[in-house]
């Protein structure tokens, strides 16, 4: 009902190539077809350098935790000092 037809397309296609030519159109379809490649690739190559950012034999530690045990140290060297 409301929607496009084929033959509508079509129209609009053949508009369209004969407006701006079919090696342009072509030398568009190219570009756009490596920028998606590059995108690809760029968005690829990122995901293992997060990886390779991780150190396996870190174990991420609580601020809180931290804080509370240099609390703590603070503590013993008071009483040490006393």
């Known amino acids: 009902m409301g929607g496009i037809s084929i ?4 129209i609009i296609a053949v ?10 159109l072509r030398g568009v379809g190219s570009d756009l077809g490596s920028a998606v490649k590059g995108f690809k690739k760029a968005i690829s190559e990122d995901e293992p350098a997060k990886d390779a950012k991780k150190d396996a ?12 045990e240099t609390v703590e140290k603070q503590k013993q060297n008071d009483k040490e000092q006393a």
């Open 7 to 10: 033959w509508q397309l079509l």
């Open 15 to 24: 508009i369209i190539v004969l407006l701006f030519g079919t090696k342009k």
């Open 57 to 68: 034999d870190f174990v991420p530690q609580n601020l809180e935790k931290k804080e509370a």
